[in-house]
């Protein structure tokens, strides 16, 4: 059913005319991003939106004959007048309320009774059936348009007829609203006149009927999932950054003005539509409007802050007072959706930041971080790895930390050696690096240098650097002046991080926040810089704000997970569950997403194993992509999970028979497997000395590293293994202590 084409009004400021707009450019069927947008039917009944990431059902369009209201009348409790917004036309001791009359605070008329009736023909052309819904502009008609193949239309007339200030709307309107072409916006197709019953003339827009449901309507008074929500909601953010590419702004995004027919969307009630910044009756609706419009004017940030507020009210119980939605988000302790969902509550806290100049700068940059956010929670939710291609991240130059439990072997032929844990370094070194922005005026030419040495860089970028100088004072002599750029300092910042030379890092990144506006890429440096130099806190901190401004991006979480686990290696910290917990959560959130972020997986483990949970940390490891060059690693990794540093009444024979196959199946060039065979053959005797007994299966005349499970087989492997180790070890002593090893362990011999 139809049930919004309505608008609440709130007009507010009435400074100022709205501003001219451009000319709306040639239609197309793809989105202001570039994207084309596809549906696939899946099964009978379903289709997939947003990238084919979400099955949403198909809303069959209803007849719209049914749509009709038998009995169009506007209940007390939602009459107010159009002026001042006081309440008009209630019961009173004097009797009920009368639905027309002259509002007592400010003397404006008002009527909230249909002025058409079914079978009126208005302009010769559309005959209407009846009333639909009545919204902040009027009652909403449908009917038929003769003149053309008798399709179906909707009228939407005036709330006030006589009003100057709803005139003025609707003439607004009628300016600009038929220039506006795009698949996901309600089409307009005339506007017309009709006389009243007193003599006046009320004007109407005509547009497309559209037979689905509001998203409103589809969640019936309760909630979406979350991915339905996002899957919508993604479907019509295109349809704002063609109205923001224009200089319009929206201005009135809510559930009730989204519309579903079958698989496709469409923002519907164009009556709230404005110019960017522009002022004048601002209309919109209380609990989704954004705070500073008053003072602004429209905006895309207020559009934004709309979006982030269809969002909440479609996914969480949001506070209502008088039928009115509150402002404040629930908190994640109220809200446990947010408590199971960190990034999607982070994305809803920077849309509807009270600061507009903190949101989201555009709908596209909103929609590539809310399909980041929809990836990561349906990964969660299935199971299923979601990866995407970020617009802003580089992928991880090189992984780190996959070695750490391999390297501890040394141990075994080295009990001095330390065990090895994460440096600052090698995160820093691996981490990916901001994109350079392409609207940068010196993209082309940092994106050269890119790929250089960081020393030939800096070089190259200085030479730029004093280009765009002689450019800029050029320009200036005649009178052009540009935005500088914040790329080639950026560049000059990450090549000294390269360098590891983090203070004269940090020194450049101070200015550039003295220059600039606050800018994400520089938390991110800075977070980098304070690895190198040991700050981890401010680390932290700085990675921390750079996942609030982008929290559907891997990179801000691959770094909070590493930096708390060098909180926990290097510091003596008063909290080491909490930044276990920390670093377990991101490190789990990365894994689940992509499979290709290896580090992720071996940080992963090195999380859960000390948490009892070997289980789940050999899962991990034995997720890594067989194509991955780190499969054997994982596969070593997993072998010493499973028996080293453990007590060996613990040690199951599946667990034996388990470190075998893993160490058998490594590639015979491996220089590694002679340790782990080491390991393993001496565990596997001592847990037969202490009572271990083969059951059958596995064991029971099979081999264990290419001999039989007996005391003398593994006596002979390990033994074997020993004096291989001790003659590919460089140092005198250590190869001693090895062929000793081999001496005490070899099989007994009848002299």
Same mark, same amino acid.
């Given at each position: 059913?139809?049930?919004?084409?309505?608008?609440?009004?709130?007009?507010?400021?009435?400074?100022?005319?709205?501003?001219?707009?451009?000319?709306?450019?040639?239609?197309?069927?793809?989105?202001?991003?570039?994207?084309?947008?596809?549906?696939?039917?899946?099964?009978?009944?379903?289709?997939?939106?947003?990238?084919?990431?979400?099955?949403?059902?198909?809303?069959?369009?209803?007849?719209?004959?049914?749509?009709?209201?038998?009995?169009?009348?506007?209940?007390?409790?939602?009459?107010?007048?159009?002026?001042?917004?006081?309440?008009?036309?209630?019961?009173?001791?004097?009797?009920?309320?009368?639905?027309?009359?002259?509002?007592?605070?400010?003397?404006?008329?008002?009527?909230?009774?249909? !002025?058409?009736?079914?079978?009126?023909?208005?302009?010769?052309?559309?005959?209407?059936?009846?009333?639909?819904?009545?919204?902040?502009?009027?009652?909403?008609?449908?009917?038929?348009?003769?003149?053309?193949?008798?399709?179906?239309?909707?009228?939407?007339?005036? !709330?006030?007829?006589?009003?100057?200030?709803?005139?003025?709307?609707?003439?607004?309107?009628?300016?600009?609203?038929?220039?506006?072409?795009?698949?996901?916006?309600?089409?307009?197709?005339?506007?017309?006149?009709?006389?009243?019953?007193?003599?006046?003339?009320?004007?109407?827009?005509?547009?497309?009927?559209?037979?689905?449901?509001?998203?409103?309507?589809?969640?019936?008074?309760?909630?979406?999932?979350?991915?339905?929500?996002?899957?919508?909601?993604?479907?019509?953010?295109?349809?704002?950054?063609?109205?923001?590419?224009?200089?319009?702004?929206?201005?009135? !995004?809510?559930?009730?003005?989204?519309?579903?027919?079958?698989?496709?969307?469409?923002?519907?009630?164009?009556?709230?539509?404005?110019?960017?910044?522009?002022?004048?009756?601002?209309?919109?609706?209380?609990?989704?409007?954004?705070?500073?419009?008053?003072?602004?004017?429209?905006?895309?940030?207020?559009?934004?802050?709309?979006?982030?507020?269809?969002?909440?009210?479609?996914?969480?119980?949001?506070?209502?007072?008088?039928?009115?939605?509150?402002?404040?988000?629930?908190?994640?302790?109220?809200?446990?959706?947010?408590?199971?969902?960190?990034?999607?509550?982070?994305?809803?806290?920077?849309?509807?930041?009270?600061?507009?100049?903190?949101?989201?700068?555009?709908?596209?940059?909103?929609?590539?971080?809310?399909?980041?956010?929809?990836?990561?929670?349906?990964?969660?939710?299935?199971?299923?790895?979601?990866?995407?291609?970020?617009?802003?991240?580089?992928?991880?130059?090189?992984?780190?930390?996959?070695?750490?439990?391999?390297?501890?072997?040394?141990?075994?032929?080295?009990?001095?050696?330390?065990?090895?844990?994460? +440096?600052?370094?090698?995160?820093?070194?691996?981490?990916?690096?901001?994109?350079?922005?392409?609207?940068?005026?010196?993209?082309?030419?940092?994106?050269?240098?890119?790929?250089?040495?960081?020393?030939?860089?800096?070089?190259?970028?200085?030479?730029?650097?004093?280009?765009?100088?002689?450019?800029?004072?050029?320009?200036?002599?005649?009178?052009?002046?540009?935005?500088?750029?914040?790329?080639?300092?950026?560049?000059?910042?990450?090549?000294?991080?390269?360098?590891?030379?983090?203070?004269?890092?940090?020194?450049? !990144?101070?200015?550039?926040?003295?220059?600039?506006?606050?800018?994400?890429?520089?938390?991110?440096?800075?977070?980098?810089?304070?690895?190198?130099?040991?700050?981890?806190?401010?680390?932290?901190?700085?990675?921390?704000?750079?996942?609030?401004?982008?929290?559907?991006?891997?990179?801000?979480?691959?770094?909070?997970?590493?930096?708390?686990?060098?909180?926990?290696?290097?510091?003596?910290?008063?909290?080491?569950?909490?930044?276990?917990?920390?670093?377990?959560?991101?490190?789990?959130?990365?894994?689940?997403?992509?499979?290709?972020?290896?580090?992720?997986?071996?940080?992963?483990?090195?999380?859960?194993?000390?948490?009892?949970?070997?289980?789940?940390?050999?899962?991990?490891?034995?997720?890594?992509?067989?194509?991955?060059?780190?499969?054997?690693?994982?596969?070593?990794?997993?072998?010493?999970?499973?028996?080293?540093?453990?007590?060996?009444?613990?040690?199951?024979?599946?667990?034996?028979?388990?470190?075998?196959?893993?160490?058998?199946?490594?590639?015979?060039?491996?220089?590694?497997?002679?340790?782990?065979?080491?390991?393993?053959?001496?565990?596997?005797?001592?847990?037969?000395?202490?009572?271990?007994?083969?059951?059958?299966?596995?064991?029971?005349?099979?081999?264990?590293?290419?001999?039989?499970?007996?005391?003398?087989?593994?006596?002979?492997?390990?033994? +074997?293994?020993?004096?291989?180790?001790?003659?590919?070890?460089?140092?005198?002593?250590?190869?001693?202590?090895?062929?000793?090893?081999?001496?005490?362990?070899?099989?007994?011999?009848?002299?």
């Amino acid at each position: 059913m139809i049930e919004e084409y309505g608008l609440e009004p709130t007009m507010r400021g009435t400074r100022g005319t709205m501003r001219s707009r451009p000319a709306v450019g040639t239609p197309t069927s793809t989105s202001s991003t570039g994207t084309r947008h596809t549906r696939a039917r899946t099964r009978a009944g379903a289709a997939r939106l947003a990238d084919g990431l979400v099955e949403v059902p198909i809303v069959e369009p209803a007849d719209p004959a049914s749509a009709v209201l038998t009995t169009p009348i506007v209940a007390e409790g939602r009459r107010f007048c159009g002026k001042c917004e006081k309440p008009v036309g209630r019961a009173s001791p004097m009797g009920p309320g009368q639905p027309s009359g002259v509002c007592a605070d400010c003397g404006a008329p008002y009527n909230f009774t249909p !002025l058409l009736q079914p079978g009126d023909v208005v302009a010769n052309q559309y005959e209407v059936q009846g009333c639909l819904t009545h919204g902040g502009l009027g009652w909403i008609y449908l009917a038929i348009d003769r003149n053309v193949s008798d399709r179906w239309v909707v009228l939407k007339g005036l !709330l006030h007829s006589q009003d100057p200030m709803s005139q003025a709307v609707a003439l607004a309107e009628r300016e600009f609203l038929a220039e506006l072409s795009h698949p996901s916006i309600v089409k307009i197709f005339n506007f017309v006149e009709h006389p009243r019953p007193d003599g006046g003339v009320v004007g109407y827009i005509v547009m497309e009927y559209i037979g689905g449901v509001s998203l409103k309507g589809l969640a019936d008074g309760g909630k979406l999932s979350i991915e339905h929500a996002i899957a919508y909601v993604l479907e019509i953010l295109p349809a704002l950054e063609y109205m923001h590419s224009l200089g319009l702004a929206y201005n009135d !995004l809510k559930p009730d003005n989204i519309m579903i027919e079958e698989d496709h969307l469409k923002i519907i009630d164009l009556g709230a539509v404005a110019g960017i910044d522009s002022y004048g009756f601002i209309y919109g609706t209380l609990g989704f409007q954004a705070p500073e419009i008053i003072e602004t004017g429209p905006s895309q940030a207020s559009d934004i802050y709309n979006v982030g507020r269809t969002l909440a009210v479609l996914t969480v119980g949001v506070a209502k007072k008088h039928d009115r939605y509150l402002d404040e988000l629930p908190s994640p302790e109220d809200e446990p959706l947010f408590i199971e969902h960190e990034f999607y509550y982070r994305l809803l806290l920077r849309c509807t930041d009270p600061d507009p100049e903190l949101r989201y700068p555009t709908a596209r940059a909103l929609a590539a971080d809310l399909t980041g956010v929809l990836r990561e929670l349906l990964a969660k939710k299935t199971g299923i790895p979601m990866p995407g291609l970020s617009t802003l991240f580089s992928p991880p130059r090189t992984s780190f930390g996959t070695n750490l439990a391999i390297a501890s072997t040394d141990q075994l032929v080295d009990r001095n050696a330390e065990r090895p844990l994460l +440096q600052a370094r090698t995160i820093a070194d691996a981490l990916p690096v901001p994109l350079v922005d392409g609207e940068d005026r010196a993209a082309l030419q940092i994106a050269a240098a890119a790929h250089s040495q960081p020393a030939e860089a800096l070089d190259m970028l200085r030479r730029i650097h004093d280009e765009h100088q002689r450019d800029a004072a050029a320009d200036a002599t005649e009178g052009r002046s540009g935005p500088p750029s914040v790329e080639i300092p950026l560049a000059e910042v990450r090549a000294y991080l390269d360098l590891h030379e983090a203070n004269h890092a940090l020194e450049l !990144l101070d200015q550039l926040r003295r220059d600039h506006p606050p800018n994400w890429r520089f938390d991110w440096y800075g977070g980098v810089g304070a690895l190198l130099t040991g700050e981890l806190n401010d680390a932290f901190t700085q990675f921390e704000s750079v996942l609030s401004d982008l929290p559907g991006e891997q990179a801000p979480k691959l770094a909070l997970a590493a930096t708390a686990e060098l909180v926990l290696d290097h510091w003596e910290s008063d909290e080491p569950d909490e930044w276990r917990h920390l670093a377990k959560r991101y490190y789990r959130s990365l894994w689940c997403s992509d499979r290709a972020v290896v580090s992720a997986a071996f940080g992963l483990a090195r999380q859960l194993a000390p948490l009892g949970d070997r289980a789940g940390a050999i899962e991990a490891l034995d997720q890594v992509p067989t194509s991955s060059r780190h499969r054997d690693e994982a596969q070593m990794t997993a072998a010493l999970l499973l028996v080293h540093n453990r007590d060996i009444a613990t040690i199951t024979e599946a667990d034996l028979a388990d470190v075998g196959r893993r160490i058998e199946s490594l590639p015979p060039d491996e220089r590694r497997t002679l340790q782990l065979r080491a390991m393993a053959s001496s565990i596997a005797l001592t847990w037969l000395r202490d009572g271990g007994a083969p059951s059958g299966a596995p064991f029971l005349g099979a081999p264990f590293l290419g001999s039989s499970f007996t005391e003398a087989g593994l006596r002979g492997t390990t033994e +074997q293994t020993l004096r291989a180790l001790a003659r590919n070890v460089p140092n005198r002593r250590h190869r001693y202590r090895l062929v000793d090893l081999a001496n005490r362990v070899r099989p007994r011999t009848w002299l």
